[in-house]
């Protein structure tokens, strides 16, 4: 393998962090075609729940070598996620979102990061509630950017139609500006990339706010981090904000399935 990783984080309720460590050189071979490798990071010792383990990695192979057409492709493996329990408690996996499936009805075959990471599972991996790209993004550009998943998938896809900028500093500080795009599709129609409903109010009690910096409202709780993503205003955080008190976000009051302003009645095509 040319990049091998595997990427531990948790818990699934809303992964807060995550690790990522190199195998190659320390994993043990057992003998029979698998290895062990020990993490060198620790879970901590007070954590509860489910936490998850990802794998990615590629190898660089020459074809047609020592021809005039000779060519080197990425040969990337499928990630893979598993979870484990870390206190005795059932394993319970990660809520599902969006599917795979439904991204690659445009991308036909989705893969960031060198190709390094081509499942929405293990995406999230690393684009949690509290992860940003201060540590690409110059001091000079400052503050950082949010990339919590919610947030960035749906800011990517509003794109030109977003009020505000939505820039990324990526590996190496590459600036990554997304107010081009242009969705080719009804941004209304949410089975596009979510499954089961998953868009529906509301979100589970548990979900962690969104580190937002350069946000409007920062940090931002995990319902109007989805929504005000796409509706950029000030009015709309300000509505946001207007219904959320110490006990939490209000939006499902208006915006469940069975209220006046469901979901699928303001975004109905």
Sequence with gaps: MDRLALVLAGPTSDYAAYVSEDPRKTAVANGDGTYTYKFQAQIPSNAVGTFSIGIEGYRNDKLLPGTKKEVTVRDAGANQVISFSVDGSPVA?????VAID?????????????????????CVLCHNPNTTDADMRPVSAGPAQTVDFRTMIHKIHRGENLT???????????????NDVRFPGDLRNCEKCHTNGSEQLPLADNLLSVNNPRGLIHPTPPTTAACIACHDTKPAASHALG???????????????????????????
């Design 93 to 97: 996996p990660r809520r599902t979102v």
């Design 102 to 122: 439904n991204c690659n009805q445009c991308h036909y075959s989705l893969s960031v990061h060198g190709d390094n990471r081509n499942q929405t599972v293990m």
């Design 164 to 178: 505000s900028d939505f820039t990324i500093y990526g590996f190496g500080q590459s600036v990554n500006n997304f």
């Design 243 to 269: 219904n959320t008190t110490p006990l939490g976000e209000a939006c499902a009051v208006c915006h469940s399935p069975t209220a006046d302003f469901a979901i699928d009645k303001v975004h109905a095509r």
